[in-house]
């Protein structure tokens, strides 16, 4: 059931102002396009994405970000990396298409799944006549599940479900997430939907939760980590922020009521600095909020209601902490340290003149035929031209052999090398030509 107290507080008579958080949280939102990070109490702001383009923004319990960019699903680093781009069933841009989304992604609190608002068209007739007469289009709308980090259908494969007549999804925990808004009156204002069950694609049945009957709409819900409260942007056109205490959270389902559900509206703010309040998300310990409206991102404390409804400790008008942010998510993980500035280009240096290039040396080609002590090692040695030709065959350092001759033209001369010495031996050939560079080569010869 749902007991309404303290129901249309105005914000102007809620007292004491939002205490900063004392942990290492961060809340990922949306500015001029971009992902953005910023710590609890605005003291620091580190810029995720630079690229633009993003809509909307969700961040798991370490830290992995999914972000919307155009109809696909980013996944990022801290530190604006695309770790994974990638579409959803209903990412079509086509313009005769029947589905439209994704919308308001959000990721799971293990990273694994993100869940996300999807639109249909479709079409019936009135009562009293047939096709193709009388057609009326019916906007439907759900909530569709992916993997985080690819292309998930939602019935074949390693489908995770989808869930018709609920949009706007938060995490419960990391097996059922808390959906409103239903496309179809007089359904509950809020459902819960258990991933384990496969989704209504996959044939769970419907976990119904509540309704609040003392405004028109609710949309865009979260409940805290020990789902003791409960905030929801409400209202026409979301112009309420409403926040709950929840007695008593389902434990079973009876012909499709929940078993021992207590939830009490205590308060809301109403007037947006312009537009509409977006979609709240609770800090890690549930102490706080934050959310947005026209103006930006703002805070604000939620008193520890214990097991009555109190004002004491609630925000009484939250001020904008950042202008121009949108779509905050509340999340444990840190704000990056600041991106050291690349150091400074240094100075040009004066162009060097440029050095001489020493000609190339030519190499001496040489072919050793045989190799004995008997017989001598016999070389063969092209030559450029005349000049004197000599070889040296060392054991270690001791000379075993020498030989040397005049060549007369250019070609290829032979030499013969007797050494006094069996086995590995080092022969050095030169060549000293009439005019010219000496040219040398040393070879390693066996010589049996």
Same mark, same amino acid.
């Given at each position: 059931?749902?007991?309404?107290?303290?129901?249309?507080?105005?914000?102007?008579?809620?007292?004491?102002?939002?205490?900063?958080?004392?942990?290492?949280?961060?809340?990922?939102?949306?500015?001029?396009?971009?992902?953005?990070?910023?710590?609890?109490?605005?003291?620091?702001?580190?810029?995720?994405?630079?690229?633009?383009?993003?809509?909307?923004?969700?961040?798991?319990?370490?830290?992995?970000?999914?972000?919307?960019?155009?109809?696909?699903?980013?996944?990022?680093?801290?530190?604006?990396?695309?770790?994974?781009?990638?579409?959803?069933?209903?990412?079509?841009?086509?313009? $005769?298409?029947?589905?439209?989304?994704?919308?308001?992604?959000?990721?799971?609190?293990?990273?694994?799944?993100?869940?996300?608002?999807?639109?249909?068209?479709?079409?019936?007739?009135?009562?009293?006549?047939?096709?193709?007469?009388?057609?009326?289009?019916?906007?439907?709308?759900? *909530?569709?599940?992916?993997?985080?980090?690819?292309?998930?259908?939602?019935?074949?494969?390693?489908?995770?479900?989808?869930?018709?007549?609920?949009?706007?999804?938060?995490?419960?925990?990391?097996?059922?997430?808390?959906?409103?808004?239903?496309?179809?009156?007089?359904?509950?204002?809020?459902?819960?939907?258990?991933?384990?069950?496969?989704?209504?694609?996959?044939?769970?049945?419907?976990?119904?939760?509540?309704? /609040?009957?003392?405004?028109?709409?609710?949309?865009?819900?979260?409940? *805290?980590? /020990?789902?003791?409260?409960?905030?929801?942007?409400?209202?026409?056109?979301?112009?309420?922020?409403?926040?709950?205490?929840?007695?008593?959270?389902?434990?079973?389902?009876?012909?499709?009521?929940?078993? $021992?559900?207590?939830?009490?509206?205590?308060?809301?703010? &109403? $007037?947006? &600095?312009?537009?509409?309040?977006?979609?709240?998300?609770?800090?890690? /310990?549930?102490?706080?909020?934050?959310?947005? /409206?026209?103006?930006?991102?703002?805070?604000?404390?939620?008193?520890?209601?214990?097991? &009555?409804?109190?004002?004491?400790?609630?925000?009484?008008?939250?001020?904008?902490?950042?202008?121009?942010?949108?779509?905050?998510?509340?999340?444990?993980?840190?704000?990056?340290?600041?991106?050291?500035?690349?150091?400074?280009?240094?100075?040009?240096?004066?162009?060097?003149?440029?050095?001489?290039?020493?000609?190339?040396?030519?190499?001496?080609?040489?072919?050793?035929?045989?190799?004995?002590?008997?017989?001598?090692?016999?070389?063969?040695?092209?030559?450029?031209?005349?000049?004197?030709?000599?070889?040296?065959?060392?054991?270690?350092?001791?000379?075993?052999?020498?030989?040397?001759?005049?060549?007369?033209?250019?070609?290829?001369?032979?030499?013969?090398?007797?050494?006094?010495?069996?086995?590995?031996?080092?022969?050095?050939?030169?060549?000293?030509?009439?005019?010219?560079?000496?040219?040398?080569?040393?070879?390693?010869?066996?010589?049996?």
């Amino acid at each position: 059931m749902i007991r309404t107290l303290l129901a249309g507080l105005a914000a102007a008579f809620i007292v004491l102002a939002c205490a900063s958080s004392a942990s290492a949280d961060s809340i990922a939102y949306i500015k001029d396009g971009n992902v953005w990070l910023t710590t609890p109490d605005g003291s620091r702001q580190y810029q995720v994405t630079t690229t633009g383009g993003y809509s909307d923004v969700t961040q798991s319990d370490d830290g992995t970000i999914v972000a919307l960019n155009g109809v696909r699903l980013h996944k990022l680093a801290r530190d604006g990396a695309v770790q994974a781009d990638f579409a959803t069933p209903v990412s079509s841009t086509s313009p $005769g298409k029947s589905f439209w989304g994704p919308y308001d992604p959000a990721i799971s609190p293990d990273g694994t799944k993100v869940a996300y608002t999807y639109y249909w068209l479709s079409q019936t007739t009135t009562p009293d006549c047939f096709p193709p007469k009388c057609l009326v289009a019916l906007n439907e709308g759900g *909530t569709g599940y992916t993997w985080s980090d690819r292309l998930t259908d939602w019935k074949t494969g390693d489908a995770i479900g989808y869930h018709s007549g609920w949009r706007h999804p938060s995490w419960v925990d990391n097996d059922m997430t808390l959906l409103t808004n239903p496309t179809h009156i007089p359904n509950h204002d809020v459902l819960l939907d258990r991933i384990s069950d496969g989704g209504n694609g996959h044939g769970n049945m419907v976990m119904a939760w509540f309704s /609040d009957l003392g405004t028109t709409h609710m949309s865009g819900a979260e409940i *805290t980590r /020990d789902k003791r409260k409960l905030a929801a942007a409400t209202g026409d056109d979301d112009k309420t922020l409403s926040v709950y205490l929840v007695r008593g959270f389902p434990s079973a389902w009876k012909d499709g009521n929940p078993i $021992g559900s207590d939830v009490v509206r205590c308060y809301r703010y &109403e $007037g947006p &600095e312009s537009g509409s309040y977006s979609q709240p998300s609770w800090s890690p /310990d549930g102490s706080q909020m934050a959310f947005a /409206d026209g103006a930006g991102l703002k805070i604000a404390a939620v008193p520890n209601f214990a097991s &009555e409804c109190t004002l004491d400790g609630a925000t009484p008008k939250p001020a904008t902490m950042i202008a121009g942010a949108s779509e905050p998510d509340w999340g444990p993980a840190d704000v990056p340290p600041a991106r050291v500035a690349a150091p400074p280009a240094p100075p040009a240096q004066p162009a060097q003149p440029a050095q001489p290039t020493p000609p190339a040396r030519t190499s001496l080609s040489v072919t050793v035929g045989s190799a004995s002590k008997k017989a001598g090692v016999r070389l063969s040695v092209k030559v450029t031209g005349k000049g004197k030709l000599s070889a040296v065959a060392k054991a270690g350092r001791k000379t075993v052999g020498k030989a040397s001759k005049t060549v007369k033209r250019a070609g290829t001369a032979s030499l013969k090398l007797k050494v006094s010495k069996k086995g590995k031996l080092a022969v050095t050939v030169t060549f000293k030509p009439s005019s010219g560079e000496t040219m040398t080569k040393t070879l390693s010869v066996k010589v049996r």
